[in-house]
């Protein structure tokens, strides 16, 4: 079955400053990679998610890669702001239910994300 | 307002005593599952659903029993609860087999002594 790393399990870094969380996967044929944000008690929502028909995608401050032939695929965050603390998971699967699992989503252990004043 | 709904949000139970967590949604998806949520694992599927009466386990189902009667409602079970299913458990909804988009419902924390 499909497994998912995530690095790093934190990230500190400076209001305004980037942040990058990265995420590689073991099944080729996975071709859907979401990515979750979720906040201190509350559920995961979505984000930003990235079809393996195209190389990146971006939405205002947020982007993420896609490198199939390495399989990896990255989070990217501009211009970081407090509200942005919170934790990110990356995961993937196989769109269209071509496999027995339908729409299942393996996910990464997450990404501690600290933005400081 | 399209949402997914779990009940109860908290759970303080002791071993052995079953227990039932709902779980509904009112967009006519048809795939709906389960995950458990622990520190340091992320998010694991204990089962999942494709439509009404087609149920399938996922990566951690032991302890885990659950039923697909109405296309809305994918009710979570556990029979004899034991301390290590303590967790934070979440009920995920998506439209149709074109897309993978979850929607999560608000999470149900459960505590096993």
């Known amino acids: 079955g499909e497994n998912v790393e995530q690095h790093p399990s934190t990230l500190s870094v400076q209001e305004g400053d980037s942040a990058v969380i990265k995420c590689t996967y073991s099944d080729s044929a996975s071709n859907y990679f979401p990515w979750y944000k979720q906040e201190l008690g509350k559920r995961p929502q979505l984000i930003i998610d990235i079809r393996s028909n195209v190389g990146e995608k971006k939405d205002q401050r947020i982007a993420v890669t896609l490198n199939k032939t390495a399989k990896h695929f990255s989070l990217h965050i501009t211009e970081t702001q407090p509200e942005d603390s919170a934790v990110y998971f990356c995961a993937a699967s196989i769109e269209g239910w071509v496999t027995g699992g339908g729409n299942k989503l393996t996910f990464g252990t997450g990404t501690q994300l600290k933005v400081e004043l | 307002e399209a949402q997914v709904t779990q009940n109860p949000r908290y759970l303080i139970t002791v071993t052995g005593k079953k227990l039932t967590v709902t779980c509904s949604q009112n967009?006519?998806?048809?795939?709906m599952s389960w995950y458990r949520q622990d520190p340091g694992l992320g998010l694991r599927q204990i089962y999942y659903s494709m439509n009404v009466e087609v149920t399938d386990k996922g990566d951690v189902p032991e302890g885990y029993k659950v039923s697909r009667k109405e296309k809305r409602n994918f009710p979570l079970i556990l029979e004899s609860p034991s301390p290590n299913q303590t967790s934070l458990y979440f009920c995920?909804?998506?439209?149709?087999?074109?897309?993978?988009?979850?929607?999560f419902g608000p999470g149900t924390r459960l505590t096993v002594l």
């Open positions: 995920a909804s998506t439209p149709s087999r074109v897309s993978n988009e979850q929607f």
């Open positions: 967009m006519n998806h048809e795939y």
